[in-house]
């Protein structure tokens, strides 16, 4: 069985979700479809995702189709939550890429390309909610490759859009699988008919407006899309497009059927600049998220890794690179949504969570004790709004530094404490205002503390490059403000752009980064 990990990705309101309900339904993995504003898809199953309809957190499902076993991550697509959806990418294999037919590339689908580009990898688009309204498909395609900077092709063609959306042409079969909407009493679903274009009744069955204005397009298609070229595929410089509607389950079956015959083995991973062949290499894996709280019974702490080579066996011992240490990984489970399964053994392709009792940092590299492993470290992302944290009930002091510390050790939000002060002050410095109120929700449910966030005045975070640095002796700081981070990096916070190069040009051979591997 060929295993690999699938993320799926999107600006907010693409349909993430929703096609993620419809592949796993599609796989048999859930009988019911869910939908976001019914608050009861399978993935979303945080209270805060329900109440405002977005993914805050990556999720895992396992979807078996066929002789493909996908670890597939619904990811945050509210740019707020970015830095979960960039940690995501880096265990990535290949992409769904979802677009919203109405309106096209969006500026955060921007954004995620840039990022897909710099790790290089393959991208299948998905152009959704083609059952409503939606921009005309030649300027679509248009719109993606050059924005995106990337040549498409088209495996299906749809066939009208909205009111009108008669389904959609398979182009390498010559199919047409008819659309049409029926009700279930609760999630919508398509009724799907599948008739040759060739066939005399095709005409009959879409009409014969929509027929012929098919006809031409594809004519005009076949001479102007990009042949299909399953290389520049897998090194991600051609894209292949599907079109459908994930709300109907409409279209979602032959995309997994493409996707299946489209892919390959799970991707190599680079460790000290060379790569480790997933098959032929003994066991290794790296953690790229920790989650606490999420048995609330058992108030246990989760480290999700993927293994990038060889077989895992349960009470196999290991070794913890980052600490040196030799160790049994305790727990190891497959993980779907609130759902758990231990596992006796794992492959390359898959991910397992294992019980984390506080040794694990996102991008530690676990492998055997016999070799030398060490996959690239997460980026620490730099923090863009900033606020102290004030307790409201000193008595619950333990509560209050556990529940800031873990939240900050799942990457989430990072915390600060003052240069000379200690936990006296705790500053946390966030990506998007929402990761304020997410903190402040958790801290009172999880952790039974309420805190008031104060804002500061603070837009930019550098790290000294040099942790050696003492900064008593720094010129120029009367507006900035001095702290460390976690793991004792100084760093310093300004209030602008300007401020930046004002510190560096009164301290000679000050070096200062905006972001952290440490």
């Known amino acids: 069985m060929k295993n690999i990990v699938a993320g799926i990705l999107a600006h907010v309101d693409s349909g993430k979700t929703t096609l993620s309900e419809a592949m796993l339904y599609q796989a048999g993995q859930i009988r019911k479809l869910g939908r976001v504003d019914h608050q009861d898809t399978y993935l979303d199953t945080d209270s805060q995702e329900k109440d405002r309809g977005i993914t805050i957190f990556s999720k895992q499902a396992e979807l078996a189709y066929a002789d493909m076993h996908i670890a597939l991550l619904d990811t945050p697509g509210h740019v707020d939550f970015g830095t979960e959806m960039e940690r995501t990418l880096q265990v990535l294999d290949y992409v769904v890429l979802v677009i919203n037919g109405m309106d096209g590339v969006q500026s955060h689908t921007e954004t995620l390309w840039k990022l897909l580009e710099r790790y290089g990898i393959p991208v299948f688009i998905f152009v959704n909610k083609m059952d409503r309204e939606a921009k005309d498909t030649f300027d679509l395609l248009d719109d993606i490759e050059k924005v995106l900077g990337i040549e498409t092709c088209p495996i299906n063609w749809p066939i009208g859009c909205g009111k009108e959306f008669k389904g959609v042409y398979e182009r390498a079969s010559r199919n047409i699988l008819r659309f049409e909407a029926v009700s279930t009493g609760g999630a919508k679903e398509a009724k799907e008919t599948i008739i040759s274009a060739d066939d005399d009744n095709a005409v009959d069955l879409i009409g014969e407006d929509f027929y012929e204005n098919l006809m031409e397009e594809i004519e005009l298609l076949d001479g102007a899309a990009a042949d ?142 016999k070799d030398d492993f060490e996959y690239e470290g997460i980026p620490t992302f730099a923090p863009e709004h900033f606020a102290r944290v004030i307790q409201l009930d000193s008595m619950k002091r333990k509560q209050f530094v556990k529940g800031v510390e873990q939240i900050a050790q799942e990457g989430a939000i990072q915390i600060f404490q003052e240069h000379e002060a200690g936990f006296a002050e705790i500053i946390v410095g966030v990506v998007g205002t929402l990761q304020f109120d997410v903190l402040k929700y958790r801290l009172e449910n999880e952790y039974n503390c309420e805190i008031r966030l104060e804002p500061l005045p603070y837009q930019a975070i550098r790290w000294i490059k040099d942790r050696n640095t003492d900064m008593n002796k720094l010129r120029g700081v009367s507006e900035v403000k001095k702290v460390k981070d976690m793991r004792g990096n100084p760093l310093l916070l300004f209030k602008n752009e300007w401020g930046i190069q004002f510190v560096l040009d009164r301290n000679e051979g000050l070096e200062l980064v905006e972001f952290s591997k440490e």
């Open 228 to 369: 299909l070229d399953m290389e520049k595929v897998h090194q991600g410089k051609l894209s292949p497009v599907f079109f459908g509607s994930a709300l109907t389950n409409f279209g979602v079956e032959p995309f997994l059927e493409h996707f299946l015959k489209m892919t390959n083995r799970p991707l190599a991973r680079t460790s000290k600049g060379e790569e480790v062949d997933p098959v032929e290499n003994g066991f290794s894996a790296f953690v790229f998220k920790i989650q606490a709280n999420m048995n609330k019974n058992h108030r246990d702490r989760i480290a999700f890794m993927r293994i990038c080579s060889g077989k895992f066996e349960a009470n196999m011992e290991v070794k913890h690179v980052q600490s040196k240490k030799k160790m049994r990984l305790s727990q190891p489970q497959q993980i779907m949504a609130q759902e758990r399964k231990i596992v006796e053994e794992a492959y390359a392709g898959d991910i397992i969570g294992v019980f984390d009792p506080g040794i694990f940092s996102i991008g530690d590299t676990v492998c055997l004790p």
